[in-house]
């Protein structure tokens, strides 16, 4: 019984924890899309002079840089926790908070890489979307259609933070534990990173297949009229 309170205690803890962390990171972190395009053009040779030309990309190039992505972030997070993860239970919520940073970072890469930047309101809040998917939540198109972007964004933290507390907090305990957490906590960093980015890919790459399909459709439809 004890255990069960525990875990519904921490269940509790790490949501808020989550919640608090990506309202902050949403306000704070940004990746630059001219920046990181370019960075993609000097450091993969990446043959797209704008994010309309990455849909002229191999997607296998794409699939490739993605991977490459999700490394660096998982390796970074992994040192992050072995660092904070001395403390156990009294670091686990500032590593979360600096966790959720990386996460988004490396979701926002990843939604640029397959040619999606997030310049407008509507963009943002299709960004949480693939946050949300990564997270392992489905929402609902009409959803975002129905709501202002401002009142979208909160709700759909909320539901990631339900989603990942429930997700972590089986494997998570082991961090009350100082010392040996460290090497727990790296483990798991670097465990939720991997599963976040590859759930984030999975819907880049689906929705840039689909607008890839339709960009090809053009200039086939205009042939035969």
Do not use: C
């Amino acid at each position: 019984m004890r255990n069960d309170e525990r875990k519904s205690w921490l269940r509790r803890r790490l949501e808020g924890a989550i919640r608090s962390a990506f309202l902050k990171a949403y306000d704070t972190i940004k990746v630059d899309p001219k920046n990181y395009l370019d960075h993609l053009r000097m450091a993969y040779h990446l043959p797209a002079l704008t994010y309309d030309g990455v849909y002229s990309v191999n997607p296998e190039i794409l699939d490739s840089i993605a991977e490459d992505t999700i490394r660096a972030h998982m390796r970074m997070a992994a040192a992050e926790g072995a660092g904070l993860g001395l403390g156990g239970l009294f670091t686990m919520l500032p590593d979360l908070g600096i966790l959720a940073g990386i996460t988004l970072r490396m979701i926002q890469k990843l939604s640029l890489l397959y040619g999606f930047p997030y310049n407008t309101e509507q963009e943002e809040a299709e960004l949480w979307v693939a946050a949300a998917s990564a997270a392992g939540v489905d929402i609902s198109r009409e959803l975002l259609e129905k709501q202002f972007v401002s009142k979208f964004v909160p709700r759909v933290i909320q539901r990631i933070a339900v989603s990942a507390s429930a997700e972590i907090v089986e494997k998570w305990t082991a961090r009350l534990i100082p010392l040996v957490s460290s090497v727990i906590g790296a483990g798991l960093n670097y465990y939720f990173v991997k599963i976040w980015g590859e759930r984030a890919v999975a819907h880049f790459r689906r929705r840039h297949r689909e607008i890839r399909q339709a960009k090809n459709a053009i200039p086939l439809r205009a042939s035969q009229s």
